[in-house]
């Protein structure tokens, strides 16, 4: 329309009006209607162009039509069944025009009638470009597109084709996409905190930026989750994540283990110490189990044999450390002793490295990935005959003496104590993996069976991943005389915890067990460094949200 | 010891002592040493009974040392690496001399030389007989053997024979065990409630016994859970629910789900409606999770794609029904949608297939116990080209009305109309597995997508089993606009889910889902009339224990 007033480019060719006269002169009804010829003209052309843009966008109604009907929104209008591909399959499709539904991770114009467009899928980006083309491609249409903010969520038609060099900023580098139709199927809707490329940055390119503020902080990812989430880094944790818990899984069905869901809300605390979360039940209080210990082991005294669970696990600790979170998964395990307890022992062993050989012989290429922002030394573990490295409680004990920590300190082994071991342990034994056997008694629970020469001494072990307590586990005591007279020596009143002393005055196979942390295991394999990075949706004193 | 002053057979042949006598009398001094001789023999012969008692004693502290070593309690003293065998291996080992672990189903003794046991693991017994023998087995063994309590449980050592003919009280009928050795590995110490062959009595029994009060009521086991999930019927149910959730775990991995863990602690209440249960948090509050909708839903928002999650979902809803629990295990899935929801009921109608199939061909033997205790038609579903029977809201009311319920009534489907729905599903298309889609948008929460054409409709859709409700699902709304207009629809103040709003803010895919119950499914597949049966230990408004 605003072509209707533009001047011509012909020369004033009439002589200017005279004043004075009644009626128009004859150049000035010349003139007017030379003007209203103009208008008509350009009424004309406008309506021409009206036209067109109507037509075109009836065009584009048509393609939108093919895809999503004539909706703005994604509603589920129809169905053409046209299939989407995964940019990690693009490198066998050169020459295909696929469909393919992408976040755009950045953009670049290259003058009015260039964009390319990084594309990203999880963990796997490709270069998209979008050059102007008679009757395909508008300028309109690639200025829209360079303008879709970073992280749009796209639907992209195009053409596989192998690209003239490796691109390198994209995870598949050998082809790019030449796109001929490009739909908004999300937009953005706010300012992004910040980018997936700066929660992807590696420590290496934030000190060679010279500038600390590209570094995200983890209050800031963990307040922005739901972005944090899609770095390559996160994406591949919680790949690593579900891998654990399926490799935990095989294992233990394999082993004759079946699973079980026991009850969060509890009517009494079930362990003494740890301090629980308490729950308004209707008209009276409930607690959240600390722990499937007494489910597990009425499982046990129900003839399940041996029972896994995994399911969260509350502690009401007010810990902000690097490895305390309120609320965890726990995977645990309980089974029936036939002669003594290291056959559980065994079985915790034998799953651990199950886990660890799965973990590297399928998901390398995501360990590779987190790597990149984490660095770690390779996990090591000791393979072949000479099996997992087993210290007695007393053997670590010394090893820390020593290493010229005083004796005196060492009744507990505290938290850095227990670090130092794992030093001293990897220097000298080459593993980053080892158990602890045979706790004192005055470091367990009631419930722990005491070892039948030492009655100091349990019938207990945990397990260590660089340095820190992984599993804690245990032959328990079966016989409910001797678990009364145990809790008596911890100053638990028998008739307090009477379900738990019940579950086992019917007869009740020996058995043992342990109880594993998800996230502590993730945050050790990966070296992650604090364990809200292992978690979804981390949970500690100072966070319920998001 | 006894022995010691038993008379001898010999007839008295000394004079009876003559009164006033100053001393003993020759006949008295003879009489006096045949009764210090008689003495000497009979210390002699205690003496001789000690040591053989003591060296009887030493051989079986010795056997018990070959097990357990010489303390009483079951502690780990040894380990001689010796296998225990399964029950059911036993008809493949006839002439071997095994060793078992087992409970005491029954007993009976024959005369004072021989009992009969009945030896339980899990779903399988065996009788056992044990004899006296002359330097193997004791009289007074077999009377302690004899003694020992229904649910003791035993360490067993005896040789397999082939049975006289087959053991009809024995799952394992066609071998018995002959017992050399028996040790108590856990005694009883408190009255059995009832017994496992209480518990596993059918219907049919208790009538045919004429005594109602051989019906152990569901609040008896449940107050007593340990000994009732010892019976054969549960422990077949809990097998099943163990493998609900394995074949819904495979058929998701295989069609690229990856699993997540999202917390049950949240800092705010994520969906209206439905009461939450409040917990103490520090010096703050927080509830508990009534589903991992919104967690599944930023999963999706952070590119996971396709996610699931089995864990516990919380309902503060004081009703006692046969179907609700407080806390339930839920089996959630979410996905991303190309073009059309159906995509989504399409997967969730493809797993609830591979589950069924999947019990079918793998665990009739459990399902087919279950059954002889809760009789059921066979559960029926459409195979084939026809596929699953698929309603929408408007046809299943139509049917009702058809059969007579007044369509004024039907603005929802309650649950008796569900149930009759089911009825007439059954007797018109021979199915117990249907879907209902396209429910009224007044029907579903305000996250869900309103259908395209018709506002006042959803894309939403239940499944049914045996005319209950088990999976609820839809789209959902992805665009952070359309879903404040619908907040705002229906009275809730967007700023109160800012939480819930931000996830979709920074871009979503279209997506949808649904949440499936596992004691629902397990309960209406094997047809419990009780969900509180498919649970392990069931929280209700009245049941917070064992």
Redesign the interface.
């Known amino acids: 329309m605003s072509e209707a007033s533009e001047p011509t480019n012909q020369p004033p060719t009439e002589q200017p009006e005279v004043e004075g006269q009644t009626g128009p002169s004859k150049s000035e009804l010349k003139k007017r209607a030379k003007a209203a010829e103009k208008e008509k003209k350009a009424a004309e052309k406008a309506a021409k162009q009206q036209e067109l843009a109507a037509q075109q966008a009836a065009a584009e109604a048509d393609y939108a039509a093919e895809?999503y009907?004539t909706?703005p929104?994604?509603?589920?209008?129809?169905?053409?069944?046209?299939p989407?591909v995964d940019i990690a399959s693009l490198p066998s499709r050169d020459g295909e025009t696929v469909l393919l539904?992408a976040?755009i991770h950045n953009s670049r114009a290259q003058g009015s009638k260039m964009v390319f467009l990084n594309l990203r899928?999880?963990t796997e980006s490709v270069q998209a470009l979008m050059i102007v083309a008679p009757e395909k491609v508008s300028k309109q249409m690639v200025k829209w597109a360079a303008g879709l903010a970073t992280?749009?969520?796209v639907l992209v038609e195009g053409v596989v084709k192998k690209s003239p060099e490796i691109i390198k900023s994209a995870t598949v580098g050998t082809v790019e996409v030449e796109v001929s139709k490009l739909f908004l199927?999300?937009?953005?809707?706010?300012r992004?905190p910040f980018t997936v490329e700066d929660a992807d940055r590696t420590e290496a390119e934030i000190e060679a930026s010279g500038d600390q503020f590209n570094r995200v902080l983890l209050d800031t990812r963990l307040n922005n989750?739901?972005?944090?989430?899609?770095s390559q880094t996160?994406?591949a944790i919680?790949?690593i994540?579900?891998a654990v818990?399926?490799l935990f899984?095989q294992f233990l069905?394999s082993n004759g283990f079946?699973?079980?869901?026991?009850?969060?809300?509890?009517?009494?605390a079930t362990e003494s110490g740890a301090s629980v979360?308490?729950?308004?039940?209707?008209k009276g209080g409930?607690f959240?189990a600390q722990s499937p210990q007494l489910?597990k082991q009425?499982?046990i005294?129900?003839?399940?044999?041996r029972v896994y669970e995994?399911?969260?696990v509350?502690r009401?600790e007010?810990s902000n450390t690097h490895r305390h979170l309120?609320?965890f998964?726990g995977l645990d395990l309980e089974m029936?002793?036939?002669?003594?307890?290291?056959e559980v022992m065994e079985m915790l062993d034998g799953l651990f490295l199950s886990i660890f050989h799965g973990l590297r012989d399928k998901y390398q290429k995501e360990i590779d990935v987190v790597n990149k922002q984490f660095p770690a030394e390779e996990f090591k573990w000791r393979e072949g005959p000479e099996g997992t490295l087993k210290l007695s409680f007393k053997e670590a004990v010394d090893l820390l003496v020593e290493d010229g920590v005083a004796r005196e300190e060492l009744d507990d082994i505290n938290t850095e104590n227990e670090k130092r071991l794992g030093r001293i342990v990897r220097a000298k034994y080459e593993t980053d993996y080892y158990i602890i056997d045979k706790f004192p008694m005055e470091l367990r629970p009631f419930y722990t069976?005491?070892?039948?020469?030492d009655p100091t001494l349990s019938?207990s072990y945990d397990f260590f991943m660089r340095g820190e307590e992984i599993l804690s586990g245990a032959?328990r005591i079966?016989?409910?005389?001797?678990l009364e007279q145990q809790m008596r020596g911890k100053g638990i009143e028998p008739e307090s915890m009477r379900?738990y002393l019940?579950?086992f005055?019917?007869?009740?196979?020996?058995h043992g067990g342990g109880g594993i942390g998800?996230e502590r295991v993730l945050m050790l394999f990966l070296k992650l460094n604090n364990i809200r990075r292992a978690?979804?949706?981390?949970?500690d004193?100072k966070r319920?949200?998001?």
Chains 1, 2 share one sequence.
């Open positions: 895809f009907g909706l929104l994604h509603q589920s209008q129809s169905r053409p069944r046209q989407r539904r976040r899928q999880r992280e749009s969520i199927i999300s937009g953005v809707e706010a992004l989750r739901v972005i944090d989430l899609r996160n994406q919680f790949k994540q579900a818990g399926d899984r069905h079946i699973e079980i869901h026991s009850p969060k809300l509890q009517g009494a979360f308490k729950v308004s039940y209707f409930a959240l489910a009425m499982a005294a129900a003839d399940f044999e995994i399911g969260p509350f009401a007010d309120t609320e998964m029936t002793i036939e002669e003594h307890y290291h069976m005491p070892d039948p020469t019938n032959q079966h016989d409910p005389k001797l379900g019940d579950g005055r019917l007869g009740c196979s020996p998800l978690s979804l949706f981390p949970r004193p319920l949200e998001p």
